[in-house]
């Protein structure tokens, strides 16, 4: 089985913002492949389905419906639940050191100050499960606390989309040949950074 947890805040407060970018990504999949509506597990929403391009295993889509610095506990107690693993989790996030539209995947490494990931990474004791990071950039002169729980700026709109729909599409790569593929595949370097992007976790 293969577990996909996009994180993000609950309730319409946080809706539409940056740092939901996980809840969006999830949201996408699940509609792509004609998952049943969401469930309410423990304190999260999730929905599975057998996907052909996964060998016929299921796929569970999950949404932490703790608030973001809490995650870790929800995500566990599901995967305890269904006897997920670690190993076969991908979680889905905003990253404010990332370009506005770049992705990367990595397949362990630190929580690089996100405290959604900080809380999975305490919650399991292991940093051994993939992610998937979408660049929301950042804004000069503003609190990254403030940023991150904006609405997606009217002119940052179409490259954020498209972000999206490429993390989206990712996904199948991820879970049909495995996250370094996915890695290959997605993570773009930034103009000028071809040689550092090539050693980035």
Same mark, same amino acid.
């Given at each position: 089985?293969?577990? *996909?947890?996009?994180?993000?805040?609950?309730?319409?407060?946080?809706?539409?913002?940056?740092?939901? @970018?996980?809840?969006? /990504?999830?949201?996408?999949?699940?509609? $792509?492949?004609?998952?049943?509506?969401?469930?309410?597990?423990?304190?999260?929403? *999730?929905?599975?389905?057998?996907?052909? &391009?996964? #060998?016929?295993?299921?796929?569970?889509?999950?949404?932490? =419906?703790?608030?973001?610095? &809490?995650?870790? =506990?929800? /995500?566990?107690? @599901?995967?305890?639940?269904?006897?997920?693993?670690?190993?076969?989790?991908? !979680?889905?996030?905003?990253?404010?050191?990332?370009?506005?539209?770049?992705?990367?995947?990595?397949?362990?490494?630190?929580?690089?100050?996100?405290?959604? /990931?900080?809380? *999975?990474?305490?919650?399991?004791?292991?940093?051994?499960?993939?992610?998937?990071?979408? #660049?929301?950039?950042?804004?000069?002169? =503003?609190?990254?606390?403030?940023?991150?729980?904006?609405? /997606?700026?009217?002119?940052?709109?179409?490259?954020?989309? =498209?972000? !999206?729909? $490429?993390?989206?599409?990712?996904?199948?790569?991820? *879970?049909?040949?495995? !996250?370094?593929?996915?890695?290959? &595949?997605?993570?773009?370097?930034?103009?000028?950074?071809?040689?550092?992007?090539?050693?980035? #976790?």
């Amino acid at each position: 089985m293969k577990w *996909i947890v996009g994180l993000g805040n609950p309730g319409k407060r946080y809706a539409g913002t940056r740092h939901n @970018v996980g809840f969006v /990504v999830a949201d996408r999949f699940a509609e $792509r492949h004609g998952f049943g509506a969401f469930r309410r597990k423990f304190s999260a929403l *999730i929905s599975d389905r057998s996907l052909e &391009l996964a #060998g016929g295993e299921k796929v569970y889509v999950v949404k932490p =419906q703790a608030y973001m610095n &809490l995650s870790g =506990q929800p /995500v566990r107690d @599901v995967l305890g639940y269904f006897g997920g693993e670690p190993s076969d989790l991908l !979680v889905v996030h905003d990253d404010l050191d990332l370009s506005l539209g770049r992705l990367r995947y990595r397949r362990r490494g630190s929580s690089g100050g996100h405290r959604g /990931v900080a809380s *999975i990474l305490e919650a399991f004791g292991t940093d051994e499960f993939s992610r998937l990071k979408i #660049g929301i950039g950042r804004r000069e002169g =503003q609190d990254p606390a403030e940023f991150v729980l904006d609405t /997606v700026a009217p002119e940052e709109r179409a490259v954020f989309d =498209q972000a !999206v729909a $490429r993390a989206t599409e990712s996904l199948d790569i991820w *879970i049909r040949e495995g !996250v370094e593929r996915a890695a290959l &595949l997605y993570n773009a370097p930034e103009p000028g950074r071809e040689k550092k992007a090539e050693g980035d #976790g």
